[in-house]
């Protein structure tokens, strides 16, 4: 029963901006660690975004940080990535995911580090 959708994913062009939305059910996240990831076939899960269960921390990739931002609306139990000036490089399928077990001001940057994960949602860049 405790689940989180991503949705929002999408085909754009270079330079363009997209929304991901991650909403929870079944259990209120907004003192849980939450985290963006994103995957390429027959890669590794990699780390993109988070934000700690108790206070304002954030983190990102290197490779977001600047164009990313993280945030979290606990009236809808909800987190969301906004993303500007996209590159083709980005194109994965993007989950978020929730760690539940300790409420902690760290940001959790390792995907063996959550407990709890979306289906994912697949954004593609184009040239």
């Known amino acids: 029963q405790v689940r989180l959708e991503e949705s929002g994913g999408g085909l754009v062009q270079a330079g363009e901006s997209l929304r991901l939305s991650c909403v929870g059910s079944?259990?209120?996240?907004?003192?849980?660690?939450m985290g963006w990831f994103r995957q390429v076939y027959g890669k590794e899960r990699e780390f993109v975004a988070g934000?700690?269960?108790?206070?304002?921390?954030?983190n990102y990739a290197d490779s977001v940080k600047g164009r990313f931002t993280i945030s979290r609306d606990d009236a809808k139990n909800s987190v969301t990535l906004e993303m500007n000036s996209l590159k083709p490089e980005d194109t994965a399928v993007y989950y978020c995911?929730?760690?539940?077990?300790?409420?902690?001001?760290?940001?959790?940057?390792?995907?063996?580090?959550?407990?709890?994960w979306g289906q994912g949602t697949q954004v593609t860049v184009s040239l």
């Open positions: 934000i700690a269960g108790v206070g304002t921390r954030k």
């Open positions: 995911a929730a760690f539940t077990t300790t409420r902690t001001t760290a940001v959790v940057t390792t995907a063996g580090g959550y407990d709890t």
């Open positions: 079944g259990r209120t996240f907004s003192r849980d660690a």
